[in-house]
């Protein structure tokens, strides 16, 4: 299965960029997407095929990579963004999902 | 309004089976694949099963290959998850979800949950 690698927590400053790194332990094209999830919620929606924004998420995101390496960044955050994001492969089979990042804001 | 309600889920037995069911409303259920996702409490993530727009094809991981069965009723908008012999690492909340597609510089491409529906809860235990 194809591993997805995420750094476990941040934590920045409102106003501050950020971004949030996940590794694939082999090529994924652009099939990569990302999601937001908050305590107690369902997991929204953010990029998807790597760059591309979902209708309805803020221009402050946005996505970026190919291969094994992408990023998500944030900016500027604001403090609604505190959440848990998650990448998510469908190149290869099984689709998997990576650990998550637990962004805090300071 | 894309709307994903599921429904089923509770406490059961290991070894005895459960099924879930996911209310689909404010789209054409049968233009979408549709999904489950799982996450086991304060855990991530895991694809658990996707159905083609006619029911005809199913995939699955091997985690949950030959235990679960995923179906739909387009007549009905909606999806299920039959889910047999349980083992105590299947608790977790399940999600219903809609699965994102699209043409893009002229490839198609899929893969991504675009809709989520709220999840249920399934605990195994004894």
């Known amino acids: 299965d194809t591993v997805l690698t995420q750094s476990p927590a941040l934590a920045v400053s409102p106003g501050e960029r950020v971004t949030i790194s996940c590794r694939a332990s082999?090529?994924?094209?652009?099939?990569m997407h990302w999601y937001q999830q908050k305590p107690g919620q369902q997991p929204k929606l953010l990029i998807y095929?790597?760059?591309h924004l979902e209708s309805g998420v803020p221009a402050r995101f946005s996505g970026s990579g190919s291969g094994t390496d992408f990023t998500l960044t944030i900016d500027p955050v604001e403090a609604d963004d505190t959440a848990t994001y998650y990448c998510q492969q469908s190149w290869n089979d099984p689709w998997t999902f990576g650990g998550g990042t637990k962004l805090e804001l300071k | 309004e894309v709307q994903l309600v599921e429904s089923g889920g509770g406490l059961v037995q290991p070894g005895r089976s459960l099924k879930l069911s996911c209310a689909a409303s404010g789209f054409t259920f049968s233009n979408y694949y549709m999904a489950w996702v799982r996450q086991a409490p304060k855990k991530g993530l895991e694809w658990v099963a996707t159905i083609s727009t006619s029911g005809s094809r199913t995939y699955y991981p091997d985690s949950v290959k030959g235990r679960f069965t995923i179906s739909r009723d387009n007549a009905k908008s909606s999806l299920y998850l039959q889910m047999n012999s349980l083992k105590s690492e299947d608790t977790a909340t399940y999600y219903c979800a809609r699965r994102g597609s699209g043409y893009y510089d002229g490839t198609y491409y899929s893969g991504w949950f675009a809709y989520w529906g709220q999840g249920t809860l399934v605990t195994v235990s004894s």
């Open positions: 095929l790597a760059s």
């Open positions: 082999e090529s994924v094209s652009t099939l």
